[in-house]
């Protein structure tokens, strides 16, 4: 680990021999009987104390339990930071619960099951331009990254003449090698655009989110609010989903045996996302602060202390993994993955960004049988320190 770690670091602080392992530091955290007392770095707020949590039974408590409050870690002076207005997962109790609301419809298992004949037009798209392209690319930038943002578009209702502009702006917004100032740009930029697509539904609705939330909730959500929304859908959900999708992919390509399980036609499809899922636990977690002491596993979380919990290490707690937690095995039984978080605060999208895994892997590796790293896979550069997403810069193949 670096000495100015962030929150992130319960996610991206990876094994270097290994880049799906927690590194041997983080690794040791989860061995230990009480959490791990840590500093880190938050860019707006400085430096702050947090209480890291590791085993799967406590990281669990810890996500429902609505004492532990869920929003921003005071400013360095004390002030509170004001959050985006919508911007619904730095919200906590009623306000969060009347944000969440009005978007959960769409990401019920229900409308994403209707999803998946456009979700399977778009695989298949974006597998021509591929191998239009070929016979190498970049499939973080050609596939996995432009799949959850059409995806999303659809459901926010996104002119389909205005897809391809949306999918650079996501781009844009989950480079995490932009320095924090560019970044900062491009989600201005996002938010300015979805502001000008909020004006036009109130012209004239359509029938994606956006529309919905103009027409059926007048007077209920403000325009700020709508922008803010739709801000933490494509920055929590688009991130998440391309990141799972090029590392697992990667993990597929390195252990043949666990991919001819996936292609493997009498295998549960579902069960095999759900230990991708578990396997690669690509996102990290906001702070949450106790309100009230809290007991966590027998330690006790004095009011006013900070928290943070390592989805990474509770995914891979031999406690309630069979086998060895530290291996792929696409055949083994599941388990209620902690990569969405649970509670009141579990990932709303977590239905999309399992059928998005569902579907992508399948038709990737059929229509290119032989799909393979383009370079050693010692020069594969990852994000380990600093953003809250474990991710790939780049996933350079060839087939």
Known sequence: MTEQLTRGFVATDREARCPFDPSEQLAEMARREEPTRVKVFEQEHGEVEVLTFHRYADVRAL????????????????????????????????????????????????????????????????L?????????????KAYALPLPSIVIGEILG?????????NQMCAGIVNLSLPPEEAFKNFTRLNDYVGGLVSQNHKCPNDGLIGALVEQRHGEVSDDEIVGMVGALVLAGHETSASTIALSTLALMQQPEQLAILLDDTNSVADATEELLRYTS???????????????????????????????????????????????????????VMTFGSGIHQCPGQHLARIELQMALIPLFRRFPGLRLAVPAEELSFHRFGPNVYALDALPVAW
Do not use: C
């Open 158 to 166: 996104i002119p389909s003449a205005e897809h391809r502009d949306f």
């Open 282 to 336: 690509v996102a990290g977690g906001f702070p949450r602060m106790a309100i009230e002491d809290v007991t966590v596993g027998g330690y006790t979380v004095k009011a006013g202390e900070w928290v943070v919990a390592s989805p990474l290490n509770a995914n891979r707690d031999p406690e309630v993994v069979s086998g060895d937690p530290n291996t792929l095995d696409l055949a083994r039984q599941p388990i209620q």
């Open 128 to 140: 021509d331009e591929v191998e239009e392209a070929g016979p190498g690319v970049d499939l973080f």
């Open 63 to 126: 996500y429902n339990d609505p004492r532990l409050d869920h929003s921003f870690i005071p400013a360095p002076d004390g002030a509170m930071q004001t959050a985006q207005p919508g911007f619904f997962p730095r919200f906590h109790g009623a306000e969060h619960a009347r944000l969440r609301r009005m978007v959960a419809g769409s990401f019920t298992p229900k409308r994403v099951a209707q999803l998946r004949p456009r979700i399977e037009s778009v695989i298949s798209e974006l």
